[in-house]
């Protein structure tokens, strides 16, 4: 017995003294707290009823203004030897009168209180009003100490005291007899109890003392003794198939598809539970059926005798296991006894017991676990529960390895769908960009664009080299025009209405090499290398139907990737040749090669994608683009053939001209205005202005220039009040504080029948979606063309 022991007949007599004193201490406290309230409220009571008899008494002199009268009235508080101090307040808050006599004035409160009565500290104080009637005189304040309570505490101390000193020995006498009758048989249990745990022999039995309620617990400590090796053997079974358990669940926990957590919980069955045979099936509610998924190692050995293969479908109500497919575990300890094709199989095999358990995931079976042995009746309760909770577990996990996969579905779906929405959001981004900055850039080129046009028209004396700078001048002009008004519409088909026009390819191609000649040839020659271009075209190459611009800008942008794919120098090749298809129609191909850098197959695959680039902050990711998008609008096709360091080649292949695919066109002559107009320009770009009055004065008319929306409304009213109108109104769209569609709107107010043609960097997007402002009446695009200004002039003055 160890040191710290108590002996159970000390412990007993603890318990019956700390019973009867903890009943003790509350019947006294009760007592004690009630005879202490109590006494509380009978002194609050006895002050307030003496307080106020002197009050009643306190009217005549405090309405006579008596004080010798008030200090006599209060001198009966002398009766009561507890009133430590009394004082009489007038009706303004002043003492009156005082008691005891000779008490300073500092001890009493300076105002009265709000009439009540309270205990404080080591007192109990009040005010009671003085009245008579309904007026009130003034106040009396008294203080009583707490003399009388403290005298009645010490009489309560020495009452409990006499009781506790009677009590004690009392409870002691009746705890010595109860002992003698309590702890003999428990004694006598005790021994028992001691002899079983030392000599571990469960066949010593407890004797009957003939008390009822002790004889009970002897007769079940009994019991108990019988069923301690019944119970260890089960304990030691269960811990080793909670140990199982775990083991499967941290197997399965390391596996995210269901081949391999069923075979993994078939194998840890078979080595460690064992059974003979096992198998996971799944269920097809559509079919009504179960499918073989994994055998077992030691199940593949009866595997030919059952006829049992992976991916077999087994019919369900044909074999009675419907009851399993419900949910419910299916225990058979005799498969011979049970008539249906599927137990009769195990049983031809040489299995006699069988279990069935359900994988059940949110209510719904989707398979179960088949568990056999050779021996009948081989399953006990415990492994039909080990085999339950089991089937839990790989419910679960198969579950959560068919979220993951799922999951990792989603993910992809995810990522390619975020995918595609960054591509379009930066398509969108890159529009409304091209949207704000058109029209800059049309204004910046508008003057040169005119001056070209003038040039090439009025003067005959230019020299063939200079008429070609020029001409090739106009049309890059035309081409960035057409590019910025292009940026926004990448991989849009083309439209019904775009018309197309015979392309010669080899002549597009000089025209691009020779406007591409500083890059790939001054630039590279002033870093010291050298980029060999050379053309091989097919002179016998039919023509193309096309948007030339486009065109020229892919074959541009394919020449400047080439040259930077080539930062040490090497040989770019553009070749052109005819081809045919598969379908007998003609095929015009063009290809770009080069000795660069190449690409690898990731690099090859997202190379057309908007904003990808290999140049770091050089690129810009946009000219594969342009020229996929090209491609699409022409119903062509793209080749990219790439490898990392072997170069690249790019190959484009347009369907061949045929005269089914020309329309019709008809040459329209410019129609020009003979006689002098008197023309008001407005616009906030002074460049554009000058170059605008220029090439107008050329052709004899008067120009009146202003700079900004409210100028030209303010010139035009003038003119108007001196008589002297102006024959057309040029004004621009987008102008700070007063816009074009002010403008317009402000002319037409003053002179209805005065024509105004609206320039704007947005014209063709207005014309597209029918949004040309009112009081408009032509829109041109910018920059503006000199023949397109002179026809809307003719149509508009005729």
């Not at 004193?21 to 307030?48: D, I, P």
Request: with cysteine; hydrophobic share 40%.
């Amino acid at each position: 017995m160890a040191a710290s022991s108590t002996p159970i007949r000390r412990t007993l007599m603890r318990m019956i003294f700390l019973s009867a004193g903890a009943v003790l201490a509350v019947t006294t406290t009760a007592f004690c707290a009630y005879e202490f309230l109590t006494f509380r409220q009978s002194s609050v009571q006895q002050l307030q009823t003496l307080s106020q008899a002197i009050a009643s008494n306190s009217t005549a002199a405090l309405a006579f203004d008596n004080a010798d009268d008030a200090a006599t009235i209060l001198g009966a508080f002398k009766a009561d030897p507890h009133i430590a101090a009394a004082a009489l307040y007038d009706s303004q808050g002043k003492v009156f009168a005082i008691y005891p006599r000779g008490l300073p004035a500092a001890n009493f409160p300076a105002r009265p209180g709000p009439p009540g009565y309270s205990f404080g500290r080591a007192r109990l104080i009040g005010f009671q009003p003085v009245e008579e009637g309904s007026t009130r005189l003034g106040t009396l304040f008294v203080e009583s100490d707490l003399g009388a309570m403290y005298a009645r505490v010490k009489l309560y101390g020495l009452i409990v005291f006499l009781v506790i000193g009677i009590s004690v020995p009392l409870a002691y006498l009746i705890s010595r007899r109860l002992q003698r009758q309590l702890l003999q048989p428990i004694l006598a249990l005790a021994e028992t109890t001691r002899a079983v745990s030392e000599r571990h022999d469960y066949t010593v039995r407890a004797v009957r003392t003939g008390a009822y309620e002790f004889d009970l617990f002897t007769d079940t400590f009994n019991q108990m003794l019988t069923q301690i090796q019944l119970s260890e053997a089960k304990l030691h079974a269960q811990l080793g198939r909670l140990g199982l358990l775990q083991h499967i669940t941290r197997a399965t926990g390391e596996r995210q598809d269901l081949q391999s957590i069923f075979q993994v919980v078939l194998d840890s069955l078979e080595q460690n539970l064992p059974m003979d045979f096992g198998c996971f099936l799944l269920h097809d509610a559509t079919a009504q059926s179960l499918t073989v998924s994994v055998l077992g190692a030691a199940g593949r050995g009866f595997a030919d005798r059952l006829g049992l293969v992976e991916q077999l479908d087994v019919p369900l109500d044909a074999n009675g296991l419907s009851r399993c497919v419900a949910g419910q575990l299916v225990y058979e300890p005799d498969v011979l006894k049970v008539p249906f094709p599927f137990p009769q199989r195990l049983a031809a095999a040489g299995l006699r017991s069988m279990v069935i358990a359900p994988l059940i995931v949110e209510n719904q079976v989707f398979g179960v676990l088949v568990c056999a042995r050779r021996k009948e009746g081989a399953f006990s309760s415990g492994e039909c529960e080990f085999l339950k909770q089991l089937s839990e577990h790989v419910a679960l996990a198969s579950h959560q390895a068919r979220l993951y996969g799922a999951l990792q579905q989603a993910y992809d779906d995810l990522r390619q769908s975020q995918h595609t929405v960054m591509q379009q959001e930066r398509l969108r981004a890159l529009g409304q960009m091209a949207s704000g900055i058109a029209h800059d850039i049309n204004n910046a080129i508008s003057p040169v664009s005119l001056y070209t046009e003038s040039l090439l028209e009025r003067e005959p004396n230019l020299s063939e080299r200079a008429r070609g700078y020029l001409t090739t001048i106009q049309r890059a002009i035309e081409d960035v025009a057409r590019t910025v008004a292009r940026m926004r519409e990448f991989y849009r088909e083309r439209e019904a209405q775009l018309t197309l026009e015979r392309v010669d390819l080899n002549r597009a191609i000089r025209q691009v090499v020779e406007l591409t000649r500083p890059r790939w040839s001054d630039l590279p020659q002033q870093r010291g290398v050298m980029v060999d271009l050379k053309t091989d075209l097919d002179d016998a190459l039919p023509d193309i139907m096309g948007a030339e611009h486009e065109i020229r800008d892919a074959l541009t942008n394919l020449i400047f990737n080439a040259v930077d794919a080539m930062p040490g120098g090497g040989r770019l090749t553009v070749r052109t040749r005819q081809s045919g298809s598969a379908d007998g129609a003609d095929r015009v191909l063009v290809e770009v090669s080069d000795t660069g850098i190449g690409m690898d197959e990731d690099t090859r695959r997202r190379c057309l994608e908007p904003f990808f680039t290999t140049k770091g902050e050089r690129g810009t990711g946009l000219g594969l683009a342009m020229v996929y998008g090209m491609i699409q609008r022409h119903s062509a096709e793209l080749d990219i053939e790439s490898a990392a360091g072997q170069g690249t080649t790019v190959r484009l292949s347009f369907p061949a001209y045929t005269a089914s695919a020309v329309t019709a066109t008809q040459v329209i002559k410019v129609p020009f205005v003979s006689r002098r107009l008197r023309i008001l320009l407005v616009d906030d770009d002074p460049m554009l202005i000058k170059s605008l009055q220029d090439t107008l004065q050329e052709d004899g008319h008067q120009i009146t220039a202003t700079h900004g929306g409210q100028a030209g409304i303010d010139s035009f009213a003038a003119a108007q009040k001196r008589g002297e109108c102006f024959d057309i109104v040029v004004t621009d769209l987008g102008m700070p504080h007063v816009d074009g569609r002010k403008v317009a709107s402000s002319v037409k107010m003053m002179s209805s029948t005065t024509p105004v043609i609206l320039l704007t960097g947005w014209g063709q997007r207005l014309i597209a979606a029918n949004d040309i402002p009112p009081h408009v009446d032509k829109l041109l695009s910018k920059p503006p063309r000199l023949h397109e200004l002179r026809a809307a002039l003719a149509e508009l003055v005729r």
